[in-house]
C-alpha cells in the first residue's frame, strides 16, 4: 500500500495552465503548461511547486526559484523576475503567465476562505 503524505489542513494546493509556444518539444506531448503551488495558507510559504514540462532539471530549477517563497508577504513579482532573468527557456512566458494566474487563484481562495491571519 501507499504511502501517503500528510500535507495538513493549512495546505492548499492551486494550479493554472497557459498555452505553449508551438515549436517547441513540450508542446507535441503538451499543448499547455500547467504550474501548480502548494500554499501553506497560515504562513503564505510555497511548499513545493509541480510543473507539467518534460525535463526533470527544467522543474527542479524552477522548484529551486520558487519553493519558499512568502506569496502573502511578497507577492509573485519577485519570482516572475527571477522566471524572467534566469530562465531562458521556450516556455518562459507560459510559465510566468501561469505563475500570476496561480498567485490570482489564491487571491480569490483567501478572499473566499478569510481566516484571521
Known amino acids: 500500500m501507499r504511502e501517503v ?8 494546493y492551486f494550479v493554472h495552465y497557459s498555452k505553449l509556444p508551438d515549436d ?3 508542446t507535441y506531448v503538451h499543448k499547455v503548461v500547467g504550474v501548480g503551488f502548494l ?3 497560515e504562513t503564505g510559504i510555497i511548499e513545493d511547486i509541480m510543473v507539467t514540462l518534460i525535463s526533470d532539471l527544467c522543474k527542479e530549477f524552477l522548484a529551486y ?5 512568502n506569496i ?3 507577492g509573485v513579482d519577485e519570482i516572475v523576475d527571477k522566471i524572467d532573468k534566469r530562465f531562458f527557456g521556450y516556455s518562459q512566458k507560459a510559465i ?7 498567485h490570482a487563484r489564491y487571491s480569490q481562495w483567501k478572499q ?3 481566516k484571521v491571519y
Open 5 to 12: 503524505k500528510d500535507f495538513g489542513q493549512e495546505t492548499v
Open 96 to 102: 510566468m503567465v501561469c505563475i500570476k494566474g496561480v
Open 39 to 41: 500554499i501553506n495558507t
Open 24 to 26: 517547441i518539444s513540450a
Open 65 to 69: 526559484l520558487i519553493v519558499g517563497h
Open 72 to 74: 502573502d508577504k511578497d
Open 112 to 114: 473566499t476562505n478569510r
